[in-house]
């Protein structure tokens, strides 16, 4: 390697660390992973009346277990769980009714195909929510819930609390996924990773910025401020549906989204194949479709992920002192911004060093991502694509 090249790969990893100390000390301090929910008290007797919906399509390996742990909600009020069933063919809609305590609360919709410019899950919610106003006129909230999510007992009781205590329009949680197969430990922690540095936490729960972002497997909303909104109408072929119900409601009014460790997914990923599947489906739509982002973004990705270990290693090799003091620098801000997410997840900080090879995927699967779109087979999810 000439001198030249070296001054050049010098200049791009003094560049990573400069990258990382922004990240580190101005990003909204997204690495903490401490916007969490707790128990909390609300002293109203006045308890709201909810309606929680789950759109579902061929869950039948989970949706037993999400519908049992919501209708056990020791929630004080009154709610109700509806289920919009969207031409599931695996008997979804049977398991959920043979649920503990379903023949009181929980009603089964038979979903109808979505109209052109939905999306499949956004026209399931918005059937269940025109049902929840037959069923529940009176009810103050709105519980979107994943088919796949396994709430914990007070869930409901924490999430009204947060709302009403705070006047908050619009209360979301992420929930713990799924990390116990090699992939699973590789991918799914910076996953989340990524998503708290593209939305950092604290600036969605700030009225004052304007990032908004929500988890969809479980996000509760006020009724009255989802109709200001324009109901779900008004992101009907939104991709994104979760950020994109968040952007709406925080146009008017004030939300919050934390970090659980109780509330939990259940579905498991069978191999590289589900987690590429998840990722692809929407990667290219969040660079809004353009190529100059993807470009951008995969450069970012190599400065600030690949970068700094192949100049720490290429350093010690070369002799060149001040590259390998560079890349080191940026190889530990990288593992202790890492850190707290891994501890979420019970993986030892020293999984820190993999966050590079996690990147590459995440770089492989975006660009896939772009091809799916540009061959019109974009935002493919249990058979159905979504492409603009």
Known sequence: MTLSTIQVVTSVTALSVAIWL???????????????????????????????IIPARDEAPVIGQTVSALLAQDYPGRFAV?????????????????????????TVI?????PKCWTGKLWALATGVERAAE????????????ADIEHHPATLRDLVTKAETERLDLVSLMALLACRTKWERLLVPAFVYFF??????????DPANSTAAAAGGCTLVRRDALARAGGIAAISDALIDDCALARLIKRQGMIWLGLSETTRSIRGHDGLGDIWAMVARTAFFQLRYSGILLVASMAGMLVIYIAPPLALAGGL??????????GLAACLLMAAAYGPTLGLYGQPRAASAMLPVAALFYMAMTFDSALRHWRGRGGQWKGRFHSQ
Do not use: C, H
Not at 23 to 43: P, V, Y
Not at 89 to 95: R, V, Y
Not at 135 to 146: M, T, V
Not at 317 to 326: E, H, I, N, Q, Y
């Open 22 to 52: 922004y990240l580190i000390f101005f990003r909204g301090g997204f690495w903490r992973a401490d916007q969490r929910l707790g128990q909390r008290t609300n002293n109203d007797d006045a308890w709201p009346d909810i309606a929680v």
């Open 82 to 106: 509806l289920l919009v069933d969207d031409a599931s063919s695996d008997g979804t809609a049977q398991i959920a009714r043979t649920a503990p305590g379903a023949e009181q609360r929980l």
């Open 110 to 114: 038979s979903g109808s195909p979505p």
């Open 135 to 146: 069923l529940l006129p009176d009810a103050g909230y709105i519980l979107f819930s994943d």
């Open 196 to 205: 708290q540095k593209l939305y950092p936490f604290a600036w969605v729960n």
């Open 317 to 326: 090799v070369m002799g060149s002192g001040p590259l390998a003091g560079l």
